[in-house]
T-cell receptor
Framework: NAGVTQTPKFRILKIGQSMTLQCAQD?????MYWYRQDPGMGLKLIYY???????DKGEVPNGYNVSRSTTEDFPLRLELAAPSQTSVYFC?????????????FGSGTQLSVL | SQKIEQNSEALNIQEGKTATLTCNYT??????LQWYRQDPGRGPVFLLL?????KEKRKERLKVTFDTTLKQSLFHITASQPADSATYLC???????????FGKGTTLSVSS
């Protein structure tokens, strides 16, 4: 049982480049999330999805896009990378039923934009 | 908007003592509050969830309290060990009921 899998683990981008951070879960969870974590700043919600075909913005969505074509996958797209997007990105999933609201996190992607 | 604060950025204690971490929130009355542990270079891991109608919850050496009047949760680790050294995050559900909002975390260091 892999849980939540994120790839890549590390990436360096040049300003203006684009990339997709991959996230997949094998627990059949409806809810999926993307957070970014900056040093000393806690986790900030970028986008979330309540099921396949449904996505919505979180607290800090600017500069990012997401899609959710299947229950398993929730990729995060950076179109024009900027230094402000240097951060650690975490994907998470949750069943969010009445008895289980906890989040399961991936191991993160450390992104540097130079 | 909701605001969640963890009072201490860092807490240093000696092995065997009880660590107490504080989480305060404003502008909202969440149905539950969660605590997570995060080790360096890793994603957060769920520890405990406490609901608004529960005053206290325990799991092995961990204890969480939830005071909805004070809008505060306390997280206790009894008989602390160096292996408990990590960052602890509190989180509560946003008003839309769709995502968790996280505090900045408290980094606990337990020395032997």
């Amino acid at each position: 049982n892999a849980g939540v899998t994120q790839t890549p683990k590390f990436r360096i981008l040049k300003i203006g480049q684009s990339m997709t951070l991959q996230c997949a879960q094998d627990m059949n969870h409806n809810y999926m999330y993307w957070y970014r974590q900056d040093p000393g700043m806690g986790l900030k919600l970028i986008y979330y999805s309540v099921g396949a075909g449904i996505t919505d913005k979180g607290e800090v969505p600017n500069g990012y896009n997401v899609s959710r074509s299947t229950t398993e996958d929730f990729p995060l797209r950076l179109e024009l990378a900027a230094p402000s997007q240097t951060s650690v990105y975490f994907c998470a999933s949750s069943p969010r039923d009445s008895t289980n609201e906890k989040l399961f996190f991936g191991s993160g992607t450390q992104l540097s934009v130079l | 908007s909701q605001k969640i604060e963890q009072n201490s950025e860092a807490l240093n204690i000696q092995e065997g003592k009880t660590a107490t971490l504080t989480c305060n929130y404003t502008n909202y009355s969440p149905a539950y509050l969660q605590w997570y542990r995060q080790d360096p270079g890793r994603g957060p891991v769920f520890l405990l969830l406490i609901r608004e109608n529960e005053k206290e919850k325990r799991k092995e050496r961990l204890k969480v309290t939830f005071d909805t009047t004070l809008k505060q949760s306390l997280f206790h680790i009894t008989a602390s060990q160096p292996a408990d050294s990590a960052t602890y995050l509190c989180a509560l559900e946003d008003q839309a009921g769709t995502a968790l909002i996280f505090g900045k975390g408290t980094t606990l260091s337990v020395s032997s």
